[in-house]
């Protein structure tokens, strides 16, 4: 149904599907982004309709052309609450509550770009789990979730969070209930958030849904820096370094798949979940190294000990104290320095573009579900 259906009263003891998508910003980065991030949510709602065990698929959006791409389809559209600033957690219970959604009742949160991997039968297996297990929280990542299987009742327990990256990790504090993660896999794990995200998206093809590949084949985007990084994984003789919010999983991961060697330094997982990024805590070891030789002397000495470089630059960012706009975030993960307004961050993207290695840079998912993406995609 579209939004101007009335709103079902007898859902309960159902499981609610629910994907949220916002809009995007200006620069040509972002609506690229968004772009991306709508195809892919309409691929979620194509299959959440098909799961068993789901009673409603419902959308809240506030983008015009989704809303419309939807207005066919038996979904539930819920459009964001005009002026007012966006706050995830109090939005969600906004959410929760227009679609009659409380106590008991089961939900699976989905972010728009969440999961553009997965396959039915891995999604089938989350709303089964989360179905089966009444009293567990379910998450594709404690630490940074884009997928969160909880009860609705919970909410009301937990202050809300103002990103949903940070719903699981809040609803886990109460300490009340069991964690249930699957198995890593690109297809939970993988989450479109960044260009660098569409970039990895781009070398996946063969994998994607309809009308996320129908996006991609349109989408001209050097992912170079990131190609020439992969094939140091197929080289025994050749040392990839990680940095960033590298978790055990991953290098376990990279460590039985990978021919190469790896190096690990790992740092801040959780420092968004935690509250170290907004209490300005973040403390990063390679960070301290560019804040006394320069960004050049680092990637010089990076150079030294490894032949490609997988680098989480948020964390990078946030040592710096020069956390970027979204569009200077998408300049950066495009390696386009010139169109970057912040002089700092613009002098740490063309270090990296200068650098005498492969360095790719971007986000969380870079060095979780978009690494595992990429050896999938190789066959490793």
């Not at 055990?248 to 990024?277: F, K």
Request: some cysteine.
């Amino acid at each position: 149904m579209g939004p101007e259906h009335s709103i079902k009263a007898d859902t309960a003891g159902k499981l609610d599907l629910l994907i949220m998508l916002g809009d995007a910003g200006p620069a040509f980065p972002e609506q690229l982004l968004g772009a991306v991030r709508e195809a892919v949510a309409m691929d979620l709602v194509a299959l959440g309709l098909s799961l068993a065990g789901v009673e409603r698929v419902i959308v809240s959006t506030n983008r015009a052309s989704f809303m419309e791409r939807l207005s066919s389809l038996p979904v539930l559209v819920i459009p964001d609450e005009p002026g007012e600033d966006f706050h995830f957690g109090r939005h969600l219970r906004h959410v929760l509550q227009a679609a009659g959604i409380t106590g008991n009742q089961r939900v699976l949160y989905m972010g728009g770009g969440a999961a553009p991997l997965i396959t039915q039968s891995q999604f089938q297996t989350l709303v089964d789990t989360l179905r089966d297990n009444p009293q567990a929280l379910v998450t594709n990542n404690l630490y940074s979730s884009d997928l969160v299987g909880f009860t609705a009742g919970w909410l009301e327990e937990v202050e809300p969070p103002a990103r949903d990256n940070d719903l699981a990790w809040k609803l886990a504090e109460m300490g009340k209930h069991e964690v249930l993660q699957p198995p890593r896999s690109a297809g939970t794990s993988f989450d479109i958030d960044t260009i660098t995200d569409v970039l990895i998206l781009k070398l996946c093809r063969e994998r994607l849904h309809p009308h996320t590949r129908a996006v991609m084949d349109g989408v001209a985007v050097d992912a170079s820096h990131i190609t020439r990084t992969l094939e140091v994984l197929k080289d025994p003789h050749k040392t990839l370094l990680l940095v960033g919010r590298v978790s055990a999983d991953v290098w376990h991961t990279l460590r039985r798949r990978a021919a190469c060697q790896v190096r690990v330094i790992s740092e801040e997982r959780g420092m968004r979940a935690s509250g170290r990024l907004s209490r300005g805590e973040v403390r990063s070891l390679v960070g301290y190294y560019a804040d006394t030789q320069g960004f050049a002397g680092l990637f010089s000495y990076l150079a030294q000990i490894a032949d490609a470089v997988i680098l989480d630059s948020r964390v990078l960012f946030a040592h710096l104290g020069h956390w970027p706009s979204d569009a200077d975030r998408c300049y950066a993960d495009l390696g386009q320095p010139e169109h970057i307004e912040d002089s700092v961050i613009r002098e740490l993207i063309a270090a990296a573009l200068a650098a005498p290695i492969p360095i790719a840079m971007g986000g969380h998912s870079l060095l979780s579900g978009g690494l595992l993406a990429l050896l999938e995609s190789m066959g490793l």
